[in-house]
């Protein structure tokens, strides 16, 4: 979503505030902008697009100022265009924010009743205005922050700043993540920390319902209730993170090929591979005593929850609901009190999933979050953090972040089914010993890029694309086909592959593609006769299975990947690799715009 960042220094910000909105591309953006005070004036420049077109902006400005605030846009509220790019500006405030004003519509007609008319259609605006309104009544810049927060329903983090006073900048927050920076005679506020790396590893990550008021010499932080509060300083590794493509063509490449170094890095969390054990440290709940157990989360984390599912169930027979997150807590799901609910999302701010995670909480379950940033807000909010060892991911394709939760459900699922009695020491160490092999098998899968390239040059030029997985595979069908629309923009969909003749082989004719997901495990023999079906009906079928499938099959289809050979227990982590290379090889030739696909953004912090 949209990205926040604001400085309040001793020297020259403009270009200051584009570095850090460099680092803040990864979220996804339609448009960008910064404002600054020059002589106590306020002076904005915005551009619509890519960030360059701001630079290029900036390059006939002459800007001085050493307090500024800047935004990358995700259009939610009026489309993407200059005039509705942040910072918004009324009066005498400027504004930056990320979130939704639900109740802007009302506001707006405030608005216009006092003879007021916005000249973006964003909901951003209509906040300036209100506080500006404020001052016009005689109230202080701080008095109109927080007497217009009190209005607004929605999510929402702000940084703002004011004509005339150069020397504060105003942060709230509700719903969207807010971090305020500590540096020497500055301060600073970023929608995270890799927006601050280049100035400071100095945090304090402000709670929901915060607002701070900083100064060059420090700030203040109030919390919901309007108390004053000390928000403890962290030091984070953000600043030594290198964010960038170490010599690939995109940041999409780069992550692919990252996954067996951040395989491992998760993988030694949690695996004792001396003693073939498992330890999942600090859980909130007795696995043993559950009699069930829920997972929520969006995209493609729902579909590492699904995979998730499937070992659990079946290692440790304990029941498990998956929910997408977003649908959770408006179907009222009765969640038994003391039990045990887990939450999975890369960034750690997915708006839903927190919101399921409040939900959860407020029946008495215990919250267990798998999440690739120990320092988000639903980290922050759960009882126990099953961390994933990814690292920054900036393409807004999940890729290595999936195989890393992937890692951690397996390790999960294990623990479960040992504290349930289900397995006994020799069937964990077995298990251990397969997942122990996964980086090298994905280096082995990684081998087999260029003959992947040449089948997603196939692939590209067809309107429509199916994907067939049964059993564990049908969720990693799922997540194959989501990979390949949301970078390439051809329309794919994932099937269970038993489900295909109640309906979808209508789809099928010779200019249908059909991926089949298929190891030679127990399910092999039945998706290969539901591959016949297809067959059949002309389709052009690319099938992926390891060398023993290939060997039985792979002369009747139209394109065979292979896999390496694994334990039919690792293979949902394994397989992903293929489908993340059709999708990525499909995209590069069709030219789209890899790591940040239109429409879409890296971390969804609304509704």
Known sequence: MCGIVGIL????????????????????????GIAVLEGGEIRRVRAAGKLRNL?????????????GIGHTRWATHG?????????????????????IIENYKELRAHLQARGITPVSDTDTEIVAHLIDLKLEEGAGPKEAVLAVLEELRGAFAFAIIFAGHDNLMIGARRGSPLAVGHGEGEMMLGSDAIALAPFTSRITY????????????????LDEERRHVIRPVQFTQAASLLVDKGGYRHFMAKEIHEQPDVIGHTMAEYLDFGEGRVRIPGLPVDLAALDRMTITACGTAFYAGLVGKYWIEQ??????????????????????????????????????????????????????????VPESTIARESDAVLRTFAGPEIGVASTKAFTCQLVVMAAFAIAVARARGRIDDEREAELVRAMQQLPRLVVQALEHEERIAEVAQELAHAQDILYLGRGINFPLAMEGALKFKEISYIHAEGYAAGELKHGPIALIDETVPVV??????????????????????????????????????????????????????????????????LAYHAAVFLGTDVDQPRNLAKSVTVE
């Open 79 to 99: 489309g993407p265009s200059e005039h509705n790019a942040h910072p918004h500006v009324a009066g005498r405030v400027a504004i930056v924010h990320n979130g």
């Open 516 to 581: 089949v997901i298929a190891p030679r495990d127990a399910l092999f023999e039945k998706t290969v006769s539901n591959m016949e079906e297809v067959l059949a009906r002309g389709a052009k079928v690319v099938l992926i299975t390891d060398e023993a499938g290939a060997a039985e099959h792979g002369a009747k289809t139209f394109q065979t990947i292979t896999v390496p050979a694994a334990d039919p227990f690792i293979a949902p982590v394994l397989y992903a690799i293929p489908v993340q290379l």
């Open 206 to 221: 402000l709670e929901d319902g915060d607002v701070v008021f900083l100064t060059r010499e420090g700030f203040e932080i």
């Open 315 to 372: 290692l440790a027979r304990l029941p498990v609901e998956v929910d997408i997150a977003s649908e959770f807590r408006y179907r009222e799901a009765p969640l038994a009190e003391g039990g045990l609910s887990l939450v999975i999302s890369q960034s750690g701010e997915t708006a839903d999933t927190l919101a399921a995670l409040r939900y959860c909480k407020a029946c008495g379950q215990k919250v267990a979050a798998v999440v690739n």
């Open 55 to 67: 630079v290029e902006k900036l390059s006939r400005e002459d800007l001085s100022s050493t307090i």
């Open 9 to 32: 220094g001793r020297e020259p910000v403009a270009l200051r505030l584009v570095e850090a909105l460099r680092r803040l591309e990864y979220r996804g953006y339609d448009s960008a």
